[in-house]
């Protein structure tokens, strides 16, 4: 009963996008301020929507990145990301401003690429049969919980009809759909 009533209350339901009356209003919940997800949870989000789980220190293999106890275990990506060190309970521990460095690491890395590849989602649909504009579909229910909209379906079937190779394309969409900033953050 009580998350139902979070989940239907006013507050909750607050869009992102700021209109005039609280433009400024930043304290008191007049709109949801985006802000970018916890390290452990964008690690845990790109295991879970690309079927790739990783090894974590100190955890079994596709355990949560948050069930790691030491906060001094080393982990690249969790330390890009600003991860909290858990020597307190205080949140202002772990670091949520974007960097240069983690832009990069999403764009070049081998977080996003070898997940998609390693999951072999996209492989896997094009082998059951599905179509590519059925495939950019899955993408965009699996990482965003919403289908594309017309612009991008235009946009990427342009892409497709130009690729030699339907998978590529299709993962350097998926690729694309990961480092979306509607992926990255929480609004």
Same mark, same amino acid.
């Given at each position: 009963?009580?998350?139902?009533?979070?989940?239907?209350?006013?507050?909750?339901?607050?869009?992102?996008?700021?209109?005039?009356?609280?433009?400024?209003?930043?304290?008191?919940?007049?709109?949801?301020?985006?802000?970018?997800?916890?390290?452990?949870?964008?690690?845990?989000?790109?295991?879970?929507?690309?079927?790739?789980?990783?090894?974590?220190?100190?955890?079994?293999?596709?355990?949560?990145?948050?069930?790691?106890?030491?906060?001094?275990?080393?982990?690249?990506?969790?330390?890009?990301?600003?991860?909290?060190?858990?020597?307190?309970?205080? $949140?202002?521990?772990?670091?949520?401003?974007?960097?240069?460095? =983690? @832009? &990069?690491?999403?764009?070049?890395? +081998?977080?996003? %690429?070898?997940?998609?590849?390693?999951?072999?989602?996209?492989?896997?649909?094009?082998?059951?049969?599905?179509?590519?504009?059925?495939?950019?579909?899955?993408?965009?229910?699996?990482?965003?919980?919403?289908?594309?909209?017309?612009?991008?379906?235009?946009?990427? $079937?342009?892409?497709?009809?130009?690729?030699?190779?339907?998978? =590529? @394309? &299709?993962?350097?969409?998926?690729? +694309?759909?990961? %480092?979306?900033?509607?992926?990255?953050?929480?609004?």
């Amino acid at each position: 009963r009580l998350i139902r009533d979070l989940c239907n209350s006013n507050t909750y339901q607050r869009s992102s996008q700021p209109n005039d009356s609280n433009r400024d209003d930043t304290r008191n919940f007049a709109r949801c301020v985006p802000r970018r997800l916890p390290a452990s949870t964008l690690l845990d989000c790109l295991g879970q929507v690309t079927g790739s789980p990783g090894k974590l220190p100190g955890v079994p293999l596709g355990a949560s990145a948050n069930r790691i106890a030491d906060g001094r275990a080393r982990h690249y990506f969790l330390d890009t990301f600003g991860r909290a060190r858990r020597d307190s309970v205080c $949140a202002c521990e772990s670091d949520t401003q974007p960097t240069l460095s =983690q @832009a &990069l690491h999403l764009i070049n890395g +081998a977080a996003t %690429n070898n997940k998609i590849q390693g999951g072999g989602l996209v492989k896997h649909w094009l082998a059951e049969g599905a179509t590519p504009e059925e495939v950019i579909e899955r993408v965009y229910l699996r990482c965003l919980t919403r289908r594309p909209t017309p612009e991008e379906r235009d946009g990427y $079937a342009g892409l497709i009809a130009g690729a030699e190779a339907p998978r =590529q @394309a &299709l993962e350097d969409v998926f690729w +694309a759909v990961l %480092n979306s900033r509607e992926f990255l953050f929480n609004h």
